[in-house]
């Protein structure tokens, strides 16, 4: 939650022509994720998504302005390599352990 908390923080700051209410914070877990406790309404699983996105039926932006903002994170992201990923798996691990 408090990584990607920092990721919606980060494409709201890519996206500064727009309203930050406009990106919405959402975890989706796929697989057989299990939660001790309540979910808290942001937190998805995988056959859920789909509903959850028919909520929203107001369109915010234009396609072209979406089209925009896809290219804009692809020349911000970092390289799809096995180093970038070790790098964040070590970057997490030095922040929040485990």
């Known amino acids: 939650m408090h990584q990607n908390y920092k ?6 700051t890519l996206f500064d ?4 209410d406009n990106v919405i914070n ?10 001790k406790t309540k979910r808290p ?13 028919k909520r929203y039926d107001e369109d915010l932006i234009s396609r072209n302005r979406m089209e925009f903002c ?15 990923d070790k790098n964040h798996k070590l970057y997490l691990l030095s922040q929040h352990g485990n």
């Open 17 to 20: 022509f727009m309203p930050a």
């Open 70 to 84: 896809v290219g804009r994170i692809q020349c911000q992201r970092l390289p799809e390599t096995k180093e970038t």
């Open 26 to 35: 959402v975890v989706v877990f796929s697989g057989d994720a299990e939660f």
């Open 7 to 12: 990721h919606v923080k980060v494409i709201q």
């Open 41 to 53: 309404v942001n937190v998805l699983l995988l056959n859920e998504i789909v509903e959850y996105i």
